[in-house]
C-alpha cells in the first residue's frame, strides 16, 4: 500500500511538473538557446501572413486568417498595435490591412470631440483608452492560441516618408499637445512629451497581454529607416547643422530609446505573473551586433542573409527573419530565403504574405498589386519546411561549416549535432547531374533525400563513402545523413 501512495504521489508530481513546463510563455530553449521552448518542446517559428493589421483594421476577420495559418502548418504571425498606420496606396500596396478605410480603423486611444485626424475623423485624446480595441487585441490572442500560432506584438515603427502624419502621437492628431517634432525623433530620447505618452501606451499593453503565453514583444520594426530631416537641432551638442552629425546623434539617441522601451516591458513584466520574451529589428540583410542589450532575447533582420546568424551566433540568442517580401512574387524567392536562413542556425521565419487581404483572409487573392509574393502553394513549401524542422532534434543542432567539402552543382547550409547525423540544404545551381563530396567519419550512413518544394521523400540508401551522387532533377534538395552502427 506505502508503495502504491509513493508511485502515485511521483506521477501527481512528474504531472505537475509536465504541466508547469507547458503553461508557460514561449521562451528560449536553456539547453540550445538558438531556439525555442514551447508547451515543453523544442520549436522553431515559421510564417507568411498579412500586413500587421489584423487587429486595428476591423474589416479584417482573424478568425479566418489564423485558421487558414493553421491549416497551412505555420505558426507566427506580426501585428502592430497602433502607434503607426498606413494610408492606402502607401509602398504600393493595394489592398494594404496596415491600411483601413476610415470606419475600420480601431486604435488603442478613444477619439475626442474634435475633428481633425489626418485619415480622417476626429483626433485622439492619449489619455484615454478605447476598450473595443483591447477587447478585440485579446480576442485575437486568444484565436492564435487555439491555432498554435505565436505572435509577434511589435509597439513601434520607422515612419518612413509620411507615416508620422498620420500617427496618433504626431500633436496634429490629438488633442494632448504632445510636442511638435520632426518623424526621425519619434521613437527617440529627442522626442519631448511624446516619450510619456509612449510609455503609458507600452506599460498598458504589457498588461493586458500578460496572461497570454503566445507572443513575444518587438521595440520597433526597422528603426535604422531613418529619413533625411532638414530641422536644426539645439540640444547638448549645440547646433547640429551637418546632416551626418545629426544621423549620429539620432541614431544614438534611437538606441538608448530602444533600450528605454525593452526596460518598460521588463519593469512592467516584473509586477505581473508572466514575462516574455523580447525582440529587437537589427537591420536588413546582416550586421555584427555589438554591446547587446541584456534585456533583448530575439535578434531579428529583415531581407536577411544567412550572414546575419553566423556573425551573431556568438549571442547565444534567437537569430530571426521576420520580414520579406519586396523581392518580387517568385515562390522559389521566398522558399530558398527561408531554407537558407533556418539552415544557418536561425531559428524565426516570416514573410509579407499579399495574398491575404480584408474579405480574403483565406489567402486565396493572387491577383494583389503589391511588391512581393504569397499565395496558398507558397505557404503550402513553408509548411513542409516546417514540418521537416520539427522532425528534428534541434536541442543537438548547430551550423556546420565543415561537412560540405565540395558541391559543385549547388550553394549548401548544413546543421549537424557532432558526429551522429547532419542536414544538409542544397540549392541547385547546376543543370546536369553531379556527386557532393562531405567530411564524414569513417562508418555506415543512412542517406535520405528530400525535395524541399513538396516535402516527400525522393530516396534512402545505405552508404560508406564521402562521395554520394546528388538525385535528378532541379528542386532544391534536402540531405539527412544518419550515423549507422
Known amino acids: 500500500m506505502k508503495r502504491n501512495i ?8 512528474l504531472s505537475a ?70 494610408k492606402p496606396g502607401d509602398f504600393g500596396i493595394k489592398n494594404n490591412t496596415l491600411a483601413p ?17 489626418e485619415l480622417g475623423g476626429n483626433k485622439f485624446d492619449l489619455d484615454k483608452w478605447d476598450e473595443n480595441f483591447f477587447i478585440r487585441l485579446k480576442q485575437f490572442m486568444t484565436e492564435a492560441n487555439h491555432n498554435g500560432v505565436i505572435v509577434e506584438v511589435n509597439l513601434f515603427s520607422s515612419y518612413y516618408q509620411h507615416g508620422w502624419e498620420y500617427s496618433p502621437l504626431n500633436t496634429k492628431n490629438n488633442i494632448n499637445k504632445t510636442d511638435d517634432i520632426s518623424a526621425a525623433l519619434a521613437n527617440t530620447l529627442l522626442n519631448g512629451n511624446i516619450l510619456t505618452y509612449q510609455e503609458k501606451y507600452v506599460r498598458k499593453i504589457v498588461r493586458e497581454l500578460n496572461g497570454f503565453d503566445n507572443i513575444y514583444f518587438e521595440v520597433q520594426n526597422e528603426p535604422y529607416a531613418i529619413q533625411k530631416d532638414t530641422v536644426i537641432l ?29 526596460g518598460w516591458i521588463k519593469d512592467e513584466e516584473n509586477k505581473l505573473p508572466k514575462q516574455h520574451l523580447i525582440s ?31 556573425e551573431n551566433y556568438y549571442l547565444n540568442k534567437v537569430i530571426g527573419f521576420n520580414e520579406t517580401g519586396f523581392a518580387g512574387n517568385l515562390n522559389t524567392t521566398y522558399r530558398r530565403q527561408a531554407w537558407r536562413f533556418l539552415m544557418a542556425g536561425g531559428a524565426l521565419f516570416n514573410m509579407l504574405d499579399y495574398s491575404f487581404s480584408a474579405g480574403m483572409e483565406t489567402g486565396q487573392d493572387t491577383s494583389y498589386k503589391a511588391p512581393g509574393g504569397g499565395s496558398p502553394e507558397l505557404r503550402k513549401q513553408f509548411g513542409a519546411l516546417k514540418r521537416y ?38 540549392e ?27 516535402g516527400k ?29
Do not use: C
Request: avoid cysteine; glycine fraction near 6%.
Open 234 to 262: 539645439r540640444n547638448e551638442y549645440g547646433d547640429v547643422k551637418d546632416f551626418r552629425n545629426f544621423l549620429e546623434i539620432v541614431s544614438q539617441r534611437s538606441n538608448d530609446w530602444q533600450r528605454k522601451v525593452a
Open 6 to 13: 509513493l508511485f502515485s504521489a511521483t506521477l501527481l508530481l
Open 101 to 117: 478605410s476610415e470606419q475600420n480603423l480601431l486604435l488603442p486611444w478613444k477619439r475626442s470631440d474634435q475633428n481633425g485626424f
Open 389 to 426: 524542422f520539427d522532425a528534428l532534434d534541434l536541442v543537438k543542432l548547430h551550423p556546420d561549416q565543415h561537412i560540405v567539402k565540395a558541391s559543385p552543382g549547388a550553394t549548401t547550409e548544413a546543421l549537424s549535432d557532432n558526429g551522429k547525423q547532419w542536414i544538409i540544404y542544397m
Open 280 to 310: 529587437q529589428n537589427i537591420s536588413n540583410f546582416q550586421y555584427p551586433i555589438t554591446n547587446p542589450d541584456p534585456d533583448i532575447s530575439i535578434f531579428n533582420f529583415h531581407y536577411a542573409l544567412p550572414k546575419a546568424v553566423d
Open 17 to 86: 511538473a509536465l504541466l508547469a513546463q507547458t503553461n508557460q510563455p514561449i521562451k528560449l530553449h536553456p539547453q540550445n538557446p538558438h531556439y525555442f521552448l514551447y508547451k515543453g518542446k523544442p520549436t522553431l517559428l515559421v510564417g507568411s501572413g498579412e500586413h500587421y493589421g489584423a487587429v486595428l483594421n476591423l474589416g479584417f476577420n482573424y478568425k479566418t486568417y489564423l485558421q487558414t495559418m493553421a491549416k497551412d502548418g505555420l505558426n507566427t504571425t506580426r501585428l502592430f498595435t497602433g502607434a503607426y498606420v498606413e
Open 428 to 454: 541547385h545551381i547546376a543543370m546536369k547531374p553531379y556527386t557532393l563530396l562531405l567530411n564524414l567519419p569513417k562508418g555506415k550512413f543512412k542517406v535520405t533525400w528530400t525535395d524541399v518544394v513538396t
Open 457 to 485: 521523400v525522393i530516396q534512402t540508401l545505405m552508404v560508406t563513402s564521402n562521395e554520394i551522387a546528388v538525385p535528378a532533377g532541379l528542386d532544391d534538395k534536402v540531405l539527412m545523413v544518419k550515423a549507422v552502427k
